[in-house]
């Protein structure tokens, strides 16, 4: 049977993030994103979401965000995840 790699999800039941090894040894050359909506206002824009976690969220969004707003981001239709703007 062929041997495969196991990936190791981390939770944290606290709202710091868990601690997260490392596990690059090469530099990273590309960066991949998945599309996603920013919820606020009443309104959905596009984004780009680079990574999401216990302890946050980098996106790229396409309108402007003001820092302390609150928004909800969604990867996937009825499923946003609240947060704020640092």
Do not use: W
Request: hydrophobic share 35%; net charge neutral; charged share 30%.
């Amino acid at each position: 049977m062929e041997q495969l790699p196991i990936e190791t999800t981390l939770y944290s039941m606290s709202p710091e993030p868990p601690p997260q090894p490392e596990r690059r040894t090469d530099e990273r050359h590309m960066t991949l994103f998945r599309v996603g909506s920013v919820l606020l206002d009443g309104r959905r824009e596009l984004c780009l979401v680079k990574n999401i976690s216990a302890g946050g969220a980098l996106i790229r969004a396409y309108c402007r965000l003001q820092h302390d707003l609150e928004l909800r981001i969604e990867l996937k239709e009825q499923q946003p995840i609240a947060g704020r703007v640092n």
